[in-house]
């Protein structure tokens, strides 16, 4: 994300530039996906550091092909399903969903829950793929493309765990710690916490997590390996209400979750997005 640097201002060419121009187009998306109510031009221009004038003409050049709305009331802009849309396009295009979702479709039939994939992306763990085995009555049912907190949900300690512990906390720190005030009861609120999970995890080869993400869900999850290098590229997730998907039926179900995970890592001509080496971050 494009930041204000303390004590430098950059030159009208730097602003003025095609790199530049897009540098800020891109901070704006980014600072707009975090803020879905929308936010006015004043606030975008002091969060970024740039001025009115520059955040103005990048607002417009964002709204003309509509990746941007204006309301007209109160001037707020945010953005629109366009750039939902794109991604979930990317993903259908790439394969991802069509030889995923068998694979999920039986776990949810299965567990009686939800099942979805999450794709590493950089420092991050996107959600982009579900089945919902839950046909009736209380049922977790969250939207495709959110990103996850790594401190407390399953996916992340999934992950996580298959790391370095400095590398695994670099991560978080760059996240931040998710609390209980913001996710459920019993969020890891401290590193030291957070690394008892993730040893666990370790030894068992999935995590799993109770009331962390929040008050009334527990989920588990594994690591999906490339086949030859053991890199991890994703992980596939179980989750339901904590009244139903206690934790003695999670443990009933990691033999099914594992070899969900086996199965998206040897599918044959996969997407590339899964089977990828993937390259770790820069802490």
Known sequence: MLKKVAGRKPTQDAEESPSGRLARALAVIELLAENAAGMQLYGIAERLGIPRSATHRVLTSLVE??????????GTYRLTAKITSLAFTFLARSGITDFAQPVLDRLAEQSGELARLAVIHG???VWV???????????????????????????GHAWLSCLPEDEALSLVRSQGLGTRNEYGPRAPETEEALLKHLRKARRDGFAIVVQAYTPWTNAMAAPIRHPQTQEVSGVVVIAGPAVRFTQERMEALSSSLL???????VTPTASAFVTRRFVRPAA
């Open 129 to 155: 793929s579900k089945a919902q085995g839950s046909l009736f009555g209380l049922r977790y049912d969250p939207d495709m493309g959110q990103v996850a907190r790594l401190s407390c949900s399953a996916s």
């Open 259 to 265: 070899k969900a995970a086996q199965e998206l890592s």
């Open 123 to 125: 420092k991050e763990l």
């Open 65 to 74: 092909p509509g990746y941007v709305h204006q309301e007209q009331l109160q």
